[in-house]
């Protein structure tokens, strides 16, 4: 078999990921290689915590309505019971917001959350 030797299209292929490693120290951004590597396990982190982002805000959200709730005598569980019992579908984003911006609105849903789950107010 001849040999065929890289030429066009070789070239631009690692032309390619050279500059796909540009901000890297060193060798990872001059040599094919080590290049190749770390670009490879960038993009496999880079996969990785864009699911781990949406799984961090969840925790996040979780955290501060929790807060929130204790203020009115609540627990996250029993919040979030009520919610639900009483057919409020707010997603845990938008009630982290009303808790920290509308406090007056955030009230009004505990006290339906607690009415709904029979507390006493």
């Known amino acids: 078999m001849p040999r ?11 032309k390619r990921l050279l ?13 094919f290689k080590s290049a190749k590597e770390a670009v490879h396990r960038a993009l ?3 996969y990785r915590d864009r ?3 949406k799984r961090d805000f969840r925790k996040l ?4 309505i929790g807060a929130a709730v204790r203020e009115y ?6 919040f979030i019971r009520g919610l639900s019992l009483s ?3 707010l997603n845990r984003k938008s009630l982290s917001e009303l808790a920290i911006s509308d406090k007056v609105g955030f009230a009004k849903i505990v006290e339906l959350a607690k009415k709904s789950i029979g507390v006493a107010s």
């Open 61 to 64: 959200w979780i955290i501060r």
């Open 19 to 31: 500059s796909e490693a540009r901000g890297n120290q060193g060798a990872r951004s001059k040599l």
């Open 87 to 89: 057919q409020i579908s």
């Open 4 to 14: 065929v030797k890289g030429g066009y299209t070789t070239r631009r292929r690692r």
């Open 51 to 53: 699911h781990v982002r």
């Open 44 to 46: 496999v982190y880079a």
């Open 73 to 78: 005598g609540l627990s996250y569980s029993k």
